[in-house]
């Protein structure tokens, strides 16, 4: 299937300091990325859609100055987390979409990314 | 927007079979994807099921949708250790590929 990596796999960071995350496609390419936030034994939320060449969409009540995105590529898109605090520690994973059967696409899963910040 | 229900714990026995309840509000759901999440992992796509569709076996799986109550089953014949981890149902609506999570069961098997 489909491969979706993403680095690092977990950070450590001082509060006020900047992260980012890359979310990368291995083997297919990707104009649209999906980043979400797993606060622990709670589901998934949508931060954010990251369009390559053109702005992300951002979902409701997420800062788009503090979780700005990046799609440089059909195979990357980055993730800074700005200023961390320690609220902002969590887990972060990014999607993409690609072709599961005819009509169909399916979210493929990044491993993940631990952040702490102290 | 689409709510997700699932039962937050499931306790089997080595052997025995899993049956992981769910169940969603929006009626336009036409893809309907299972989720497995294994501890400090992304998420690994287990199977899925169209909203025309009934069932659904794969191996050891089985997805049973009722659409008219629109409740999804997962169920894991002779499970095993490693299948312990948190099973995520996700519903598409609005032929849409963008999946809706509930908070997602933990399977824990018992040796």
């Known amino acids: 299937g489909a491969v979706v990596s993403q680095h690092p796999s977990r950070v450590i960071c001082k509060s006020g300091t900047s992260v980012k995350i890359e979310c990368r496609s ?4 990707a104009t649209t990325m999906f980043w979400y936030r797993q606060f622990p034994k709670q589901s998934l939320m ?16 997420v800062e788009k100055d503090k979780f ?17 605090h320690p609220e902002d520690s969590s887990f972060y994973i990014c999607s993409a979409p690609h072709r599961l059967a005819a009509n ?4 493929y899963f990044g491993p993940g990314t631990r952040l702490t910040v102290l | 927007g689409e709510d997700v229900e699932q039962s937050l714990f499931l306790s089997v026995r080595e052997g025995d079979s899993s049956v992981i309840n769910c169940t969603y509000t929006d009626s336009s759901s036409t893809y309907l994807y299972w989720y497995k999440q294994e501890p ?32 999804l089953s997962l169920r894991i014949a002779d499970t095993q250790t490693g299948d312990s981890a948190i099973y995520f149902c996700a519903p598409a609506s609005g032929g849409s590929y963008i999946p809706t999570f509930g908070r997602g069961t933990s399977l824990i098997v018992h040796p």
């Open chain 1, 104 to 107: 169909t696409d399916t979210q």
């Open chain 2, 40 to 71: 400090g992992a992304g998420l690994q796509l287990l199977t899925y099921i169209f909203s025309n569709m009934d069932m659904k076996q794969d191996q050891r799986l089985t997805v049973l949708l009722n659409k008219k109550d629109k409740h």
């Open chain 1, 68 to 84: 700005l995105i990046n799609h440089a590529s059909l195979t990357l898109s980055t993730l800074t987390v700005t200023s961390a």
């Open chain 1, 26 to 29: 291995l083997d297919f390419q």
């Open chain 1, 46 to 61: 949508l931060m954010a859609t990251s369009n390559e060449g053109s702005k992300a969409t951002y979902e409701q009540g």
